[in-house]
């Protein structure tokens, strides 16, 4: 469902702006932008503009940015068709995001690179309004540690190669945004050093390096760590691990998974309480089978089973989620008990600053992109605008 208006009044709305919390406020939307935000005392020239009107218990908050999903609605990134990133982008305004990475897994060589061709030509040509918004690639795998494979095939798991990497880079049209990667394994330094050097962030994930190690990996270049706590060498009193210098090193944003399955809610709070809102990034990880029934599933070519809210392999291994991201923000609010100004930095502010691509996404500003979530009271999503176009609204008479 999408609303092409050219001209957008949203009113009588709380708004979290990028600098202030607006009690009852307005943004005015033209050709996909935000041309026009604050109090509705200071609101002139209406007439143009088709009005929004919204309960005032409700807030527009910026769209989320998922920079680590897998599919959903029974597609998937290594799919590698054109159908199978528009279900995705369809699909995700309904749970408020806006933006994405489109995130591949440890696979057979020619399968990674149809995926990675098909993601470049699907950002040359994807509708502008309406949907969320590929903005790049995360290359989960195949660098890393078979130690942490979790739900990486192990077959296909190869040391990081750096004349590997730049041809699936020009392959995908130089979209390849983010590296999931193990910095201990040979070539891991070179590789850092490469995707440092070329504005391409480097994180440590699915790995068993030691503090020691992830200190030289920073020093090369990584400054992203994926999905804290799962597929990693946790804590102990003798060696911080990944996990621990997730919360010593403030160079390192951090993904976690707040879905109460992949991190306890303690944990949660935990990271929360040493990262703190600035720190952390919240993503789905999710897989095709979000927003579909419980039943049996393919992640990278592994079949899945998915109940009561988990998805495994036949060994219990947990293989990706079927976790929203409005629900990562609201589970965030309930497990730590953060404002929903600090949740939407970790949902949408610090993803778009990792990207590199706050001047135009991640806040509600004059000048940015239209992307915009409205919660209800209970901060389930109500509606969701995709550069200023209404990609989705719930039914009234829905939950």
């Known amino acids: 469902m999408t609303q092409k208006v050219n001209h957008i009044l949203l009113k009588d709305i709380k708004i979290y702006s990028d600098d202030r919390v607006i009690e009852k406020g307005y943004i005015k939307i033209q050709n996909q ?15 143009d503009f088709e009005i929004i009107q919204v309960p005032a218990s409700f807030q527009a908050v910026p769209g989320f940015i998922d920079v680590h999903i897998h599919g959903v609605n029974g597609a998937d990134v290594m799919d590698a068709t054109k159908e199978a ?17 489109a995130t591949t897994i440890t696979q057979e060589v020619d399968q990674i690179e149809k995926a990675l061709i098909n993601a470049g030509q699907f950002m040359e040509e994807q509708p502008e309004q309406g949907k969320a918004e590929v903005m790049g690639i995360h290359l989960e795998g195949p660098f890393v540690n078979a130690k942490k494979a979790g739900a990486q095939p192990l077959p296909y798991i190869i040391d990081p ?34 995707l440092k050097e070329n504005g391409i962030i480097a994180s440590i994930g699915h790995t068993d390096a030691t503090y020691e190690q992830v200190d030289e990996a920073i020093t090369a270049g990584v400054n992203h760590v994926t999905h804290l706590f799962n597929q990693m060498r946790g804590m102990h009193h003798r060696e911080p691990g990944v996990a621990g210098a ?25 990271a ?36 009561d809210g988990k998805a495994v392999l036949s060994d219990g291994t947990l293989a990706g989620s079927i976790l929203k991201l409005g ?32 001047d135009r996404k991640g806040s509600l500003a004059v000048g940015k992109d ?16 995709c550069r200023g176009t209404l990609a989705y609204k719930r039914e009234e008479d829905s939950e």
């Not at 932008?33 to 007439?47: H, P, R, Y």
């Open 33 to 47: 932008k935000i041309i026009g935000i604050g109090t509705v005392d200071e609101l002139t020239n209406e007439n």
């Open 85 to 101: 990133l528009e279900t995705m982008a369809s699909a995700l305004p309904k749970e408020g995001t806006t933006s994405f990475l």
């Open 161 to 194: 190669n750096l004349q590997l990497f730049k041809q699936w880079q020009k392959l995908s049209n130089n979209t390849i945004k983010l590296v999931t990667m193990a910095p201990e394994q040979r070539g891991g330094l070179e590789l850092i050093r490469y």
């Open 246 to 270: 997730a919360f010593l090193r403030k160079e390192l944003k951090v993904e976690i998974i707040v879905d109460g399955v992949h991190v306890h809610p303690l944990m949660v709070n935990l």
């Open 272 to 307: 929360y309480q040493n990262k703190k809102s600035e720190g952390l990034i919240l993503i789905t990880d999710s897989m095709r089978a979000k927003c579909l029934k419980n039943g049996l599933y393919d992640l990278g070519g592994q079949e899945v089973t998915v109940k």
């Open 327 to 358: 629900h990562a923000v609201k589970n965030m609010i309930t497990y730590t008990g953060c404002s929903l100004e600090d949740a939407v930095k970790m949902a949408s502010v610090n993803p778009a600053k990792q990207l590199n691509v706050f």
């Open 370 to 385: 239209a992307d915009i979530v409205i919660l209800d009271h209970n901060m389930e999503v109500f509606m969701t605008l």
